[in-house]
């Protein structure tokens, strides 16, 4: 017969009940040590610059579903609260005719300390036939791979182990670098494979590098990376002739 009691910790019951009330596993101090907080509601802080002590991972997040760059600037903006400081470089960052020229992510960039943000994309889509130069998308690509080298080395000249400052330039040391659409710039031919592989090989320990973008996945990351998320499609309002919305996709 299946017993599906909980199992007890390694105390008896006759020393778990002489044990102090605080230590007892069903005691309410018991039960608060172990909730995220202590059992404290969490609330706002003022924000100011501080250390990660656990970045350094490589995340990559691919797929043909909505909501890569909006994790990762919702991770992006999560790490700036912290005081941590974040830097959002987007590749190809277009959009089609009816995105506005507003990015309500960078209204929030600027409101907020210690995160910043560089677009080299321009209007349009690489071999989408949008009336775009695809030599223009592919300069602009090769570009932002480079300025993504200077970013990394900067970073490993900086100690990541102390607070940078949110004032300072990702020149002077970032803790989190997003990558944003740069695994779209894979897939297109126009930024290659080994080159990024070389570029997390390369990283300072401390530095947290995220990456998306893309519908294929980035096999040649798999070993690289130490998270993969596929967003996937399971109905999308694009489909039905929905455009891009303000708030949402902007």
């Known amino acids: 017969m299946n017993d599906d009691r909980p199992e007890s910790d390694d105390r008896s019951n006759d020393e778990a009940a002489d044990a102090p009330a605080a230590d007892r596993p069903d005691s309410p101090a018991e039960t608060r040590r172990n909730t995220p907080g202590g059992g404290v509601s969490p609330g706002a802080n003022a924000i100011e610059p501080s250390a990660p ?24 903006f999560r790490a700036a609260g912290h005081g941590y400081r974040v830097h959002l470089l987007q590749f190809l960052k277009g959009g089609a005719d009816s995105v506005e020229g507003v990015r309500g992510e960078y209204n929030a960039i600027a409101a907020l300390p210690g995160i910043s943000y560089e677009n080299t994309g321009h209007y349009g889509w690489n071999r989408m036939m949008d009336g775009s130069d695809d030599d223009e998308h592919a300069a602009k690509a090769a570009a932002a791979f480079e300025r993504t080298k200077e970013l990394v080395e900067a970073a490993g000249e900086a100690d990541l182990s102390e607070p940078l400052s949110a004032e300072g330039g990702p020149e002077d040391g970032v803790n989190m670098l997003v990558l944003d659409e740069i695994l779209y710039a894979v897939a297109m031919g126009l930024v290659d494979e080994d080159d990024v592989l ?33 967003v996937r499609k399971v109905k999308h309002p694009f489909d039905a002739g929905t455009r891009a919305r303000k708030g949402t996709e902007y």
Not at 53 to 76: H, I, P, R, Y
Not at 205 to 226: I, K, N, Q, R
């Open 198 to 230: 070389e570029l997390v090989e390369s990283k300072p320990a401390d530095l947290e590098l995220v990456l998306t973008g893309g519908h294929e996945e980035p096999t040649f990351l798999l070993d690289a990376a130490d998270l993969v998320t596929e």
């Open 53 to 76: 002590e656990e970045f350094g991972l490589v995340q990559a997040w691919w797929g043909d579903g909505k909501g890569k760059t909006t994790a990762a600037l919702g991770m992006a």
